[in-house]
């Protein structure tokens, strides 16, 4: 089983940053890829980014160029740097572990309970 707390969201201005922060309990942290997805009001989740084991990230097209990825292993974290954030990144973004990674990206069974970032002025 593995746990996942989230943290690092908030209310930010557009073109500003945050740095969300996931950490993972257990021992399997290293052997997983882990991801973020993010779901708004009245819309679908939608994928953000994943990191695999080897530390390749992978971005959802909306986020392309202004969201980073990582991981340190070692603390059992994951990170997601978010620069030049819009009124549209609103919403509830979750940690997600396990993730199947290969042509197309799915989730794993494994969910932190979100942390809201809100980008208005």
């Known amino acids: 089983q593995v746990q996942l707390v989230e943290s690092g969201g908030g209310l930010v201005q557009p073109g500003g940053s945050l740095r969300l922060s996931c950490a993972a309990s257990?021992?399997?942290?290293?052997?997983?890829?882990m991801g973020w997805y993010r779901q708004a009001p009245g819309k679908q989740r939608e994928f953000i980014a994943a990191?695999?084991?080897?530390?390749?990230?992978h971005y959802g097209d909306s986020v392309k160029g202004r969201f980073t990825a990582s991981r340190d292993n070692a603390k059992n974290t994951v990170y997601l740097q978010m620069n030049n954030l819009k009124p549209g990144d609103t919403a509830v973004y979750y940690c997600?572990?396990?993730?199947?990674?290969?042509?197309?990206?799915?989730?794993?069974?494994?969910w932190g309970k979100g942390t809201q970032v809100t980008v208005s002025s």
């Open positions: 997600n572990a396990d993730l199947r990674i290969g042509t197309l990206i799915f989730p794993g069974d494994y």
């Open positions: 990191i695999t084991i080897s530390d390749r990230a």
């Open positions: 257990g021992s399997v942290f290293s052997t997983m890829a």
